[in-house]
């Protein structure tokens, strides 16, 4: 059973903590990867939920391996979002209040892969030039990612 299972088993839909960790993966060129989730079908930034024992740079590392195939390299930090506005309802009912701590990584080695059970496609796109449907939680952090403010974020 899985941290989160386990957790829902004890608490039902209670509003509960879940740290997510994610990536903005940069390609050579500057181009950012997203990839075109299959629970909503929107572009989203590789991520998810930490699981019991991981670090948050393990969870990241984990989350864009699973849902892209690729193997990062160096991290480096580049925000940590949570409050209010990152408090919700899933379709499922369960609530969450998640911290989300983001990392910018430029080093990689692996093969894309465009489908899988979490993933429609993936690709690399130009940050001046993403896809429309972006999954609508990640565009305050992409904003401030192309923004240039200074790094670490802590929102």
Not at 26 to 51: A, C, I, T, V
Not at 90 to 105: H, K, P, R, Y
Request: aromatic letters at 10%; a negative charge.
């Amino acid at each position: 059973m899985d941290y989160i299972s386990y957790l829902r088993s004890m608490v039902g839909h209670e509003k509960v903590i879940m740290v997510v960790a994610g990536v903005f993966v940069l390609d050579e060129h500057g181009r950012l990867l997203l990839h075109l989730r299959s629970d909503n079908e929107s572009w989203g930034l590789p991520g998810g939920y930490m699981e019991m024992g991981e670090t948050v740079s393990d969870a990241a590392r984990r989350e864009v391996f699973e849902e892209t195939g690729l193997r990062l390299g160096n991290l480096e930090l580049f925000g940590i979002y949570s409050g209010p506005e990152k408090e919700k309802t899933l379709g499922n009912g369960d609530q969450v209040a998640m911290v989300q701590i983001w990392f910018s990584c430029r080093e990689y080695s692996g093969k894309l892969v465009k489908n899988n059970e979490e993933t429609l496609d993936a690709d690399f796109f130009p940050l001046d030039d993403l896809p429309d449907q972006l999954f609508a939680s990640h565009i305050p952090i992409i904003n401030d990612y192309k923004s240039g403010k200074e790094w670490p974020i802590v929102n």
